[in-house]
T-cell receptor, first 115, second 115 residues
């Protein structure tokens, strides 16, 4: 299996622009997680999906952030409008049903820089 | 509130030595999972090892093993015969069984393996 795939790997944009991050989970995994990692706040869970349905989005920082999972093999995290404080590494992770027992498998991350 | 503490911000050892990274956690839960993740310079998060709290036997994965002390709420990671490729940030994470899969992360320990 190719593992969790994220694109783009790097994104540089200007404040106010829309940013879309993409994730393809491991085939057969029922859970998908979006994380943000910064030096100041460490690794934060933003939202997670079970069978394409958002279960907990309490970690989404603001209304500027939205996430979708239109099918089992694709998810997006969108920031509109982006701000410099959104600069971070964004990880997507997936796991099998019974997620904790199987742990979460992370993608390579998207390094976002908002100027 | 559940917390995870990694008291060693940075460690450095010679190649082939054994190194132990410490992790303590605080919880009132009885059923939970503990994880060690590795984040090399590539920034990808890689699962190293997992321990279920109800299992008394310490988990082992090749050169990686844990010392799980449930009463002391301690979960240290031992790396034997360390290799240059072990250089990375190591994160300890906790998740209660009914936590909605939310991992609680430690701040990380930067491990440097010197040739």
């Amino acid at each position: 299996d190719a593992g969790v795939i994220q694109s783009p790997r790097h994104e540089v944009t200007e404040m106010g622009q829309e940013v879309t991050l993409r994730c393809k989970p491991i085939s057969g995994h029922d859970y998908l997680f979006w994380y943000r990692q910064t030096m100041m706040r460490g690794l934060e869970l933003l939202i997670y999906f079970n069978n394409n349905v958002p279960i907990d989005d309490s970690g989404m920082p603001e209304d500027r952030f939205s996430a979708k999972m239109p099918n089992a093999s694709f998810s997006t995290l969108k920031i509109q409008p982006s701000e410099p404080r959104d600069s971070a590494v964004y990880f997507c992770a997936s796991s099998l049903i019974g997620g904790l027992k199987e742990a979460q498998y992370f993608g390579p991350g998207t390094r976002l820089l908002v100027l | 509130a559940q917390t995870v503490t990694q008291s060693q911000p940075e460690m450095s050892v010679q190649e082939a030595e054994t190194v132990t990274l410490s992790c303590t956690y605080d919880t009132s839960e009885n059923n939970y999972y503990l994880f060690w993740y590795k984040q090399p310079p590539s920034r990808q998060m890689i699962l190293v090892i997992r321990q279920e709290a109800y299992k008394q036997q310490n988990a082992t994965e090749n050169r990686f093993s844990v010392n799980f002390q449930k009463a002391a709420k301690s979960f240290s990671l031992k790396i034997s015969d360390s290799q240059l490729g072990d250089t990375a940030m190591y994160f300890c994470a906790f998740a209660a069984l009914d936590s909605n899969y939310q991992l609680i992360w430690g701040a990380g320990t930067k491990l440097i393996i010197k040739p």
